[in-house]
């Protein structure tokens, strides 16, 4: 499913590094730091990620992690 996510998101590269740092484990807070984010900004990026991940997925099978 990564790879199905990371094509939808191809022509965007906060959400692909997003994904890169959740696939890594990072922390929210850590992921702000490293992208040089503000919450709101990364609150944002995640919010862009969600909705197409609910449109990829529509059964709802992904969470936060």
Request: aromatic letters at 8%.
């Amino acid at each position: 499913r990564l790879d199905v996510i990371n094509e939808f998101f191809s022509d965007d590269p906060e959400v692909q590094l997003v994904i890169e740092g959740l696939a890594e484990g990072m922390t929210g807070p850590e992921m702000q730091e490293a992208l040089g984010l503000s919450k709101q900004s990364y609150d944002t990026v995640f919010r862009r990620m969600r909705r197409g991940a609910r449109r990829l997925f529509p059964e709802g099978s992904l969470s936060r992690a």
